[in-house]
């Protein structure tokens, strides 16, 4: 069974910067992707970033040229580096890990809270 687990969540003044971390654990068929959804309050979940297993990144258009997204194949990890906060970013952070060919799979994580305000 596979787990994913979030950290690095918290609050944050806006312009700040936080660095989230998501763990997965079990036993992963390689060649994925695993990426970053967001929900506010009130609003549905919204896609934030991916990369593949081979470093390929894209970001959603709000969050381009702030936000980054990494991973460490080796340890089965992705990260964001988020910077340049702002207040509109505040949701719960979601990480994603999915394969689209056989064997097919997708996992999510508990979520971790990003709050950004003065």
């Known amino acids: 069974q596979v787990q994913l687990v979030e950290s690095g969540g918290g609050l944050v003044q806006p312009g700040g910067s936080l660095r989230l971390s998501c763990a997965a654990s079990g036993s992963i068929v390689s060649a994925n992707a695993m990426g970053w959804y967001r929900q506010a309050p009130g609003k549905e979940r919204e896609w934030v970033a991916a990369?593949?297993?081979?470093?390929?990144?894209n970001y959603a258009h709000s969050v381009k040229g702030r936000f980054t997204i990494s991973r460490d194949n080796a340890k089965n990890t992705v990260y964001l580096q988020m910077n340049s906060l702002k207040p509109e970013d505040t949701a719960v952070y979601y990480c994603n890990l999915r394969r689209s060919i056989a064997p097919v799979y997708d996992y999510w994580g508990q979520g971790t809270q990003v709050t950004v305000s003065s």
């Open positions: 990369i593949t297993s081979g470093g390929y990144t």
